[in-house]
């Protein structure tokens, strides 16, 4: 139970951190996230703050990015409490000497179900940035993903 917990915390950590991250100049992203298919189509915060200038990023496009980081943010803040409650009270049904099955599978749901809300609320981020960039800067965006500029 203590690993899901790290787990959750290490997933969420980087979309916690967004704001301060996206405001330096990121390292190159981890070769794990560039063969996931999602990263190919949609654009982390990260990716766009450290590219703002290259792409023309308006002062409304900026703003209304960091809204939905915040928007995000408080959203997930919430859910991971949550997510802490239900696997500690998983961890408490499961250390039982006799364990009740049906019980633990539906706690297990629980956790699962606020691990797909939290992975949602991403994507749905991801999504809304997506759609507030113009069809040419998603082309520079690739065109800078595909082949960074040297620093």
């Known amino acids: 139970m203590l690993q899901i917990v790290r787990r959750v915390v290490v997933l969420a ?55 939905l980081i915040q928007d995000l943010q408080g959203r997930v803040l919430r859910l991971q409490w949550e997510l802490l409650d239900e696997v500690q009270e998983l961890s408490r049904i499961t250390a039982l000497d006799r364990v009740d099955l049906d019980r633990a599978v539906d706690q297990m749901n629980r956790v699962l179900d606020l691990e797909r809300e939290i992975k949602q609320a991403h994507l749905e981020m991801l999504v809304r940035i997506k759609n507030l960039l113009t069809p040419g800067q998603q082309t520079r965006l690739d065109e800078l993903r595909r082949d960074p500029p040297l620093p």
């Open 13 to 67: 950590m980087p979309f916690l951190l967004a704001v301060p991250i996206a405001a330096q100049d990121a390292p190159p992203p981890d070769p794990v996230v560039q063969d996931d298919p999602l990263f190919a189509t949609l654009y982390p915060p990260e990716l766009i703050m450290q590219h703002r200038r290259a792409i023309s990023l308006d002062d409304e496009q900026r703003d209304a990015i960091s809204q």
